[in-house]
């Protein structure tokens, strides 16, 4: 074989595994990936289309030098081959990213090296976080993966800050769809599984598939129309209670975001759940005025509205609880179970993982399906031909109740100062030249 042959045969098995789906772990909804050397653990996030990473100059500006090593996705440096600083940063065109929370981020764009297993995708544009609100509260910041893509009438508004994640992938002839599906093998506080980036299978006979359509909310650029929402008796399947968007005059869109741990439905739907634990229960058993006092007060219950918005349910009901059943066109539909949003308890008390959306709120009218969602089924979306696929895991998905200690330190982990040692060791690490030039 003449070199010349030989060198086309290489380009091409080059550009074949080039093309590959990635494949990728996820711990507790986060994936490790490194950027221009620095590993950083990226949240996943199927409900946005924003992508970044937590600049370690802005955060130890803050917190000091070497509180990087605190801060639990890990921060981002320039590398010094192409050298930056907080300064020269703040010079560029900062983009405000707002979420559905009231929280925001400040992010500049910056082409980087991402490394993911064996393989490397160079010029790969990412956000670095130079602003954050949640440290306003003493809050980590977080470095974000988002999957989703900005509608049409999003990014005609301004919302394209930088092309998306899984769009770059694709133009870079990394991937070969725009695609990618959520597989959960464990839910403890967060998602545990695999994220596939790239793929959708060819075979979907096993799987309830979904026209994808377009939403104009930033948080959800896109989302699923359903047809008819019900919730039925977890005993007896005739006991049924419906929302049809006909009454609603307008679509019932359902978003399935990986950033949630709430799931969030309209203020009709939360009444029918309500109904539904009392038919369950009996009335004498529910408390449905707004309870805010600790649940262990109320005595001679076993659910009680906390608040407003919000159900808290006794561990020996969580199997009592409704199931929420999802139909679209053609006969096509799927269940999640109230009892897999049971996820935090103490020692006899639960907050279901389920809350009322409110007026305040950008999806008020909208079903946002979180991370529950995964206990039950597979997530495969294709922004390519436009549908969404729904199926059943290949094997059950271990649930497991957190303590609220546990929640809270994975859900609102607090930042940590740097102590003189730790400033110390983290100048000597990376040379004074470096620290003082680069970032």
Not at 255 to 275: A, E, R
Request: aromatic letters at 10%.
């Amino acid at each position: 074989m003449s070199a010349v042959a030989l060198f086309s045969l290489a380009a091409a098995l080059q550009s074949a595994s080039a093309s590959l789906a990635l494949r990728v772990p996820m711990k507790r909804n986060e994936v490790e990936m490194e950027f221009d050397g620095w590993p950083v653990r990226l949240f996943v996030d199927t409900g946005s289309d924003k992508s970044y990473l937590v600049y370690g100059g802005w955060y130890e500006s803050i917190y000091g030098l070497g509180s990087c090593q605190y801060l639990r996705t890990g921060c981002y440096f320039c590398p010094p081959t192409n050298p930056c600083n907080l300064t020269t940063l703040l010079s560029q065109k900062i983009h405000p990213v707002h979420f559905g929370s009231g929280r925001s981020v400040d992010i500049v764009i910056r082409n980087v090296t991402m490394k993911v297993g064996e393989r490397e995708i160079r010029n790969l544009q990412m956000g670095l976080v130079v602003g954050c609100t949640r440290t306003q509260s003493g809050l980590q910041p977080y470095a974000l993966l988002g999957l989703s893509i900005p509608s049409r009438s999003s990014a005609g508004e301004g919302g394209a800050v930088m092309p998306p994640f899984l769009k770059q992938l694709t133009s870079l002839r990394q991937i070969p769809q725009t695609a990618f599906s959520v597989h959960a093998s464990k839910l403890s506080v967060s998602i545990t599984g695999q994220l596939v980036l790239g793929e959708f299978p060819e075979e979907t006979s096993a799987m309830t598939i979904f026209p994808l359509v377009g939403f104009s909310l930033a948080k959800a650029p896109f989302a699923i129309t359903v047809s008819e929402v019900q919730v039925r008796s977890p005993i007896i399947r005739e006991r049924v209670w419906s929302l049809n968007p006909t009454e609603e005059q307008q679509p019932q869109e359902a978003v399935i975001d990986t950033g949630c741990s709430f799931t969030h439905v309209p203020d009709k739907f939360f009444t029918m759940v309500l109904d539904a634990i009392q038919a369950e229960v009996g009335p004498e058993r529910v408390g449905w005025r707004s309870v805010r006092t600790h649940p262990a007060h109320v005595l001679g219950l076993d659910a009680i509205l906390n608040g407003e918005d919000r159900i808290d349910v006794r561990k020996a009901i969580a199997n009592k609880l409704p199931v929420m059943t999802f139909k679209g066109d053609a006969d096509t539909s799927f269940e999640l179970h109230l009892s897999n949003h049971v996820q935090v308890c103490d020692v006899e008390w639960c907050p279901l993982s389920l809350q009322r959306s409110t007026k305040a709120f950008p999806t008020f009218n909208t079903f946002v399906l979180a991370q529950p969602f995964f206990i039950e089924h597979d997530l495969y979306v294709n922004f390519d031909r436009r549908v969404v696929g729904i199926a059943a895991p290949a094997r059950p998905v271990v649930k497991e109740v957190a303590t609220v200690e546990l929640w809270q330190n994975h859900h609102s982990p607090f930042c940590t100062r740097a102590t003189p040692v730790c400033s110390a060791l983290a100048w000597l690490t990376r040379g004074y030249m470096w620290r003082g030039t680069y970032y």
